[in-house]
Structure formats: C-alpha cells, structure tokens
C-alpha cells in the first residue's frame, strides 16, 4: 500500500506535490499521511515552500485547454466518473427499476492532485437542485 502511494506521488511534479499534501493529505488513511509526509519531506518540500508554490500557482490563467488541465493546480491528472443521478438525488441508494426512467447521467470531472471538481457549467443546475436538497 505504502510503495503503491509512493510510486503515484513519485510521478507528481513539485507543484502537483504541494497541492496534493494541501488539498488531498486530509483525505488519506494516517498511516497513508505518514508515508505522504515523509515522501514529501525527502523530495525537499517544506511547508513553507509548499505554502509558496502554492500561492505563486493556484488558478493562475494558462494557455493549455481548460479541458485537459485543473484550473486550480494546472495538473493534467484527471480522473473522469459518471455519476447517476435521480431527481437531484444520488441513486447508488435505489434498487428499484421503475426509478430508472428518471435517471440522469452526469459526468465529473475531479482534479487527482488536488481534488478540485472541473465539471462543465451546464450540469451546473443539476449541482444546484442538489446542493438545495441538502
Ligand atoms: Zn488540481
């Protein structure tokens, strides 16, 4: 487990590492934010170098395709899910068929480095309905 977060991180770039241990370190296992933190430190980053790099990087405007790359840390690790979504409500929790006619399929789009969600603007509304029903 250890080697396999090791062997992920060590294709970030130094950037991508500091956004990683301040967006994503949260979100790990504490064995998991031991292994991430030692990595970290050993590749020369400190917290105020991260702290940095941060500040120098995040959303800054680039050339590439707003499609291929994270608004917020310029990482092209992407990762793409679909989400099925029923009536604003996730339906991993539904069994029952007769519900499916009324499924929508949507696809996000989260950011790997840093978590940030880059799904397009006109699934928005479907985010809004959802965001109300909480
Ligand atoms: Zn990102």
Redesign the pocket.
Known sequence: MSQKIETILSNFSEIELA?FYNYKLNTYSPSSQKVIKSYILRSGLSQGKIDELIKENEFVKSKDSPDKT?P??K?NKLLKEDEEVYNGSSVAMLDNDSFRQDIEKIETKV?F??G?NLTNNKSQGLFNRLFNKI
């Open positions: 956004f994270c917020r840390c990482s950011c480095v840093c940030f």
